[in-house]
């Protein structure tokens, strides 16, 4: 029986298909597709406006005490096109289907699976929560602290937790747990590549495309102290005294005495928060960027009313100029990915745009008659944003 031509629709639908098998990241992550987009196709800079939710205070007592909604809003710009470019013939396309896959799609697909995964994975840097399991092997107490971190988060405890592993993480917790992983129809069809099980509240899988992440000169004990007290709600910066050593973006750091408070009830954890550098800092007095931003009260109070006061001592994860490789938990509202439809050309000898799971892809393929050849261009218009960091927390460990 002869085969069939394989039609733009067809190929465009297995090229999605593989590309999401291969993003266990991204296909963990809310993913948004805005098919407003679809009419003459997106542009590079177009963006998603992200509602956050509203937070509010209680009254204690009969007397009336109103408050303002005050709606706040993040923005995702889709502005980043990339895609893998081909040459294939029309006798290419008569192949069946899974031959077309194994010798075309699957290695185009596999490479720019792997550079949206990457580009996804910088998102890391956001995270300001941390297990410090620095010194010892990735095991099933620091999973437990990290479930602790998103539970006093307040992240739902539903089944769209996850955690990304190192590939050394991978090794340690493989072994550590071994028998709590059991063998279920998700693991057998391995709907995503990497994927290992669930225990915990999680699901987990590994990644050899997380980042390493190279910290500061500063020691953990850094030798800096705040100056001047920081109690403004919605303050991102906080002003050091003199010092000669560096943070890094990345770096994560704490005050002493800014304690985190309970997201409802606004109580003293007895815990301190942990911000996030969000720059480069480059020694000395000056000013560091941090997040999240400090909330002393209100509804989104996050540290006690105290603030960062001043002359307090400033505390860094990790040693100086110390290279780690973090594994990842998270629910997947603390990411956000957006894709949206490129425009459709017209005249062309082959095209198709097909969404499959909030991706959008496009397949443009046209005769090139100076040299007998039909070059073929498959594209992703994307973008990624930090929608809500409390939600993830990296786990740093060996």
Same mark, same amino acid.
Request: charged residues 20%; glycine residues 8%; neutral net charge.
């Given at each position: ?118 580009? +996804? ?5 956001? /995270?300001?929560?941390? #297990?410090?399991?620095? @010194? =010892?092997?990735?095991?099933?107490? $620091? ?75 500063? +020691? ?5 102290? /705040?100056?001047?007290? #920081?109690?403004?709600? @919605? =303050?991102?910066?906080?002003?050091? $005294? ?97 894709? $949206? ?58």
């Amino acid at each position: 029986m002869a085969n069939s031509i394989l039609t733009p629709t067809a190929v465009t639908r297995e090229a999605l298909r593989i590309l999401h098998q291969k993003l266990n990241f991204v296909g963990n992550i809310n993913r948004t597709y805005d098919d407003s987009f679809a009419k003459t196709g997106a542009k590079i800079g177009d963006s998603l406006k992200i509602r956050l939710p509203n937070e509010y205070v209680v009254r204690t007592g009969p007397t009336l005490s109103a408050q303002d909604t005050t709606e706040i809003s993040t923005t995702l710009q889709v502005a980043t096109q990339k895609g893998v470019d081909l040459n294939f013939t029309s006798v290419d396309l008569t192949l069946s289907l899974d031959d077309f896959s194994k010798r075309v799609l699957d290695p185009a697909m596999a490479v720019l699976a792997a550079n949206i995964e990457a580009d +996804a994975l910088s998102m890391m840097a956001d /995270v300001y929560n941390n #297990v410090n399991n620095i @010194g =010892s092997a990735a095991n099933f107490r $620091a999973l437990m602290n990290s479930r602790k971190v998103l539970n006093d988060s307040l992240a739902p405890m539903d089944s769209n937790r996850s955690v990304l592993l190192n590939t050394q993480d991978n090794v340690d917790l493989v072994d550590a747990l071994k028998g709590l992983f059991q063998d279920s129809t998700a693991i057998k069809e391995q709907y995503r590549e990497g994927s290992m099980g669930r225990t915990g509240g999680y699901d987990f899988y590994e990644n050899t495309l997380i980042q390493n992440s190279l910290t500061g000169t500063a +020691a953990a004990a850094t030798g800096y102290t /705040v100056n001047g007290a #920081v109690t403004a709600n @919605g =303050s991102t910066q906080v002003v050091l $005294a003199t010092g000669s050593t560096t943070f890094k973006k990345g770096d994560i750091i704490t005050f002493v005495g800014a304690n985190r408070v309970h997201p409802e009830s606004k109580v003293d954890t007895g815990t301190l928060q942990q911000f996030v550098v969000t720059a480069d800092y480059a020694g000395g007095a000056g000013t560091i960027n941090i997040s999240p931003a400090i909330y002393t009260s209100g509804g989104r109070q996050n540290v006690v009313a105290a603030g960062i006061a001043n002359g307090v001592a400033v505390a860094k994860v990790g040693g100086a100029s110390a290279l780690y490789k973090p594994s990842l938990a998270f629910h997947k509202d603390a990411f956000a990915f957006a894709t $949206a439809d490129l425009v459709m050309p017209q005249g062309v000898d082959f095209a198709s745009r097909q969404v499959m799971d909030g991706i959008s892809m496009r397949i443009v393929r046209q005769y090139d008659i100076n040299n007998d050849k039909f070059p073929c261009r498959l594209d992703v218009l994307y973008g990624y944003k930090t929608i809500r960091a409390q939600l993830a927390c990296r786990i740093l460990s060996n």
